[in-house]
């Protein structure tokens, strides 16, 4: 089999998903040379795949047992191909697309770098509609968490609402630690030196320890990491400036141009430790946990104009920045019975997230209408604190029925802080801002979810089975506005606050066709609570009036019905599983982000959207030593209702979704002496969408489609591992999202997030 295509080739061209679809099973049919069916020949232990367990319905069950559409990878699968960041691998998901704006900052604004990035699952996008989990508890989406020590990543797509809540609407994406081995003591060394284009050289060191305390009481496990990755871009200043803004000069005395190069790059570390207690009490486990992780830039990692362009122009010198400091604390007592298990957890969150922006341009151009240009950084800050926890048993009765039941309970308070002091712009104005801090606002906001839920399932034959849910929740949300400033017109202080409750049903039936034959049916509710609108500034008020909105309004909840029908198969005694699966999803009153001319945000309901569309999963072990992997999502969603206080239209596709996602996998052994070689491929790609950051709908901003293909080859010996890989091989920069400014963006200068370029790692693995 020949993985090896040119290089010319791969720029030349964009392989799409079906394509490679097409490819695999060509190879597929080769390779096994005979049918597909049951009367296979038996093969060898080490042909198979190997079983992923799942706990999506809040139970251990196999992948291919589980009657929803979930995506599942080990974590020695993302150790294998060199995935360690959320991007590296959300590519392999089909119809799980990432954009930006859409985070969980603020009043539900995602701006800035920080706390911009969403998820959306099936094309149900926006704030809020998919849940990020680290083992059993929500966090926020925008954070992306070192995927070190990880048992595996399972991503839950269609409404999860009935057992995990309300924030699942489009799917849920979670993230399951491995847990302490007793009475074992073993760890491993990892240590990546990089290279990528444009930026020079980077490094990754990490390391974990299983270590027995009290042999059979207590086991302690640690991870920690430090990592570099340096910045491609290149920040220059004082040079002349584009034809946007004609009419704004230099400061008096003019500007010593200059420049920075390895703008964007990035620094990590973190550490985790989990223990496990067993005490005397038979079937008691006790786990403490506590993860803490800290992200610096030295400047924001965007391209303006194209995602090719690698220079950032500014009018004077004023650095960007990034840092991003969380902590996870958690507690979680589970008791093993002969008729279930009872879990118990409690768990606390504390995130600062801080973003400062050059807004120097556009407070001359835009706001101020000044003569010159006046050094404008913004700077915002997000601070969250998060008390969850959780009751819940999963029962193991004998008999045709089983349960899940139990009760949670969350409290989130955020406070969002953002300072524009503007030294020199009352004196650049003439006097008329009368004062130098043009803005400042201190907004502290919190929400509160209280909820029970049951699951229940029914053997009703040996064959079909069937199960029906509800989870019902109280959510509150309240809010104060506190504001001052120029550009604030004078001074706020207002307060809201809404609540309302919601029911979350599910209902699912399955049929076994034979012991690796399933096809099942499923139709489940999700919903999104309603919120408030901070009121806005006088200058806003001609924006609202235009979209025929109130200002400082509530919006309120929206919901979706998914439907979704699919099959699980096993072929060749376990040499071949598919997933495949096609939907439909309803959805009403959308709640949708709105960035107003004055370049405040609103969020308001937009009518009714539809998606349908499907996936396809194969893993198969062609020949020996082979290991593959192919996926293709399709979805179809875009607006069938439009309100005109949303500047929607009906037919505008849906922020940042793509019509195509696809990936491959390929990693092939060879065995020779007291050493195994391997080859290892991994290709993604994702269709075009349309981003409504900066660009009001139905407009947008049309990102293109991307592709991404990584190698890696290397050896094992012993406990020893040496790889070289090579990741972006064509060196492709595609348009992963656009920068929704804090101040604003200027008219024809997009700030475009963009793949890494080509980089090059060497790593070498030490276990023992």
């Known amino acids: 089999m020949d993985l090896c295509l040119s290089l010319e080739r791969l720029k030349a061209r964009t392989l799409h998903p079906v394509s490679v679809a097409a490819i695999f099973f060509v190879l597929l049919g ?22 992923i367990s799942v706990t999506a319905q809040r139970r251990e069950e ?9 995506t599942a990878f080990t974590g020695a699968t993302l150790e294998a191909f060199g995935d360690k960041k959320f991007d590296d691998f959300s590519g392999l998901i089909p119809n799980l697309s990432v954009g ?14 920080s706390s911009s990035r969403g998820i959306a699952i099936r094309g149900i996008s926006g704030n809020n509609t998919t849940g990020f989990y680290l083992d059993d508890t929500p966090v926020p989406v925008s954070l992306d968490p070192r995927a070190l020590d990880i048992d595996h990543i399972e991503v839950l797509r269609g409404p999860q609402g009935t057992l995990f809540g309300g924030g699942s609407m489009g799917g849920t994406v979670r993230l399951v630690s491995r847990a302490p081995v007793p009475d074992q003591f073993s760890g491993d060394v990892d ?12 490094y990754s060191t990490s390391s974990t320890l299983n270590i027995p305390l009290i042999p059979e009481t207590a086991t302690l496990r640690l991870s920690g990491f430090s990592a570099f990755d340096p910045g491609v871009f290149t920040r220059e200043w004082g040079v002349p400036q584009s034809p946007l803004s004609p009419s704004v000069a230099f400061p008096p005395g003019g500007v010593v141009p200059g420049k920075k190069d390895n703008v964007g790059g990035e620094h990590d570390t973190g550490v985790i430790a989990t223990l496990a207690i067993t005490p005397s009490v038979p079937g008691l486990t006790i786990t403490p946990m506590v993860i803490l992780q800290n992200q610096s830039r030295n400047g924001y990692p965007t391209a303006d104009y194209s995602p090719n362009n690698f220079i950032q122009l500014r009018p004077l010198d004023v650095p960007e920045s990034v840092r991003d400091t969380w902590s996870f604390g958690g507690l979680t007592l589970k008791q093993e019975t002969s008729f279930g298990r009872f879990v118990a957890y409690g768990t606390y969150f504390y995130r600062s997230a801080f973003d400062e922006e050059d807004t120097t341009d556009v407070s001359a151009v835009i706001f101020y209408d000044l003569p010159y240009y006046v050094a404008s950084p913004i700077d915002t800050t997000i601070l969250t604190k998060t008390w969850t926890g959780e009751a819940r048993f999963e029962s193991t009765l004998p008999g045709p029925v089983q349960f899940v039941t139990g009760v949670f309970d969350s409290t989130s308070e955020r406070l969002f802080n953002q300072y524009w002091n503007v030294p020199g712009a009352n004196v650049a104005s003439g006097g008329a801002l009368g004062t130098d801090l043009v803005y400042i606002q201190a907004s502290p906001n919190a929400d509160r979810q209280r909820a029970a839920f049951v699951d229940a399932t029914y053997q009703v034959t040996d064959a079909l089975q069937v199960s029906a849910g509800i989870r019902t929740a109280y959510l509150a949300r309240a809010g104060a506005y506190l504001a001052d400033g120029p550009l604030n017109g004078g001074y706020s202080d207002e307060y809201s606050a809404h609540h309302e409750r919601d029911n979350a049903p599910r ?12 096809i099942y049916a499923s139709a489940a509710k999700g919903f999104r609570t309603g919120g408030i609108n901070s009121p806005l500034p006088d200058i806003c008020l001609g924006d609202l009036a235009k979209l025929g909105a109130t200002n400082g309004a509530p919006f309120n909840s929206d919901s979706i019905w998914s439907f979704e029908i699919g099959s699980k198969n096993s072929f060749l005694n376990g040499r071949v599983q598919t997933r495949v699966a096609a939907y439909r999803i309803d959805w009403k009153n959308i709640q949708q982000f709105i960035q107003l001319a004055c370049t405040f945000p609103i969020v308001a309901n937009s009518g009714a959207a539809v998606s349908k569309g499907g996936e396809f999963e194969i893993d198969a072990v062609p020949i020996e030593h082979l290991l593959m992997h192919v996926s293709l999502g399709y979805e179809d969603a875009a607006i069938t209702e439009a309100n005109p206080a949303s500047s929607t239209a009906v037919g505008q596709p849906l922020q940042d979704v793509p019509r195509w996602t696809g990936a491959a996998l390929a990693d092939y052994s060879i065995p020779f002496g007291n050493r195994v070689g391997f080859v290892r491929a991994q290709y993604s790609y994702v269709g075009s969408r349309t981003s409504f950051n900066n660009v009001l709908p139905p407009i947008g901003l049309p990102l293109e489609s991307y592709s991404q293909l990584n190698l890696l080859t290397g050896f094992h010996q012993g406990p020893w591992e040496t790889s070289l890989a090579v990741r972006n091989v064509a060196n492709k920069l595609g348009e992963v999202g656009d920068l929704l400014s804090e101040g604003a963006q200027l008219p024809g200068r997009p700030r475009f997030f963009v793949t890494r370029p080509r980089t090059v790692v060497l790593e070498i693995k030490r276990k023992f």
């Not at 985070?103 to 770098?113: A, F, L």
């Open 100 to 113: 930006t704006g859409n985070g969980d900052g603020g009043y539900g604004t995602g701006q800035g770098v």
């Open 191 to 202: 240590v990546q030196g990089s290279y990528v284009d444009r930026g020079g050289a980077g």
């Open 30 to 51: 080769r390779a096994l040379g005979a049918p597909a069916s049951d009367t296979a020949p038996s093969v060898d232990a080490d042909t198979q795949l190997e079983e």
């Open 507 to 518: 209902f699912t039936a399955k049929y076994q066709l034979a012991p690796d034959q399933v």
């Open 62 to 70: 196999r992948l291919q047992d589980v009657p929803i559409s979930v």
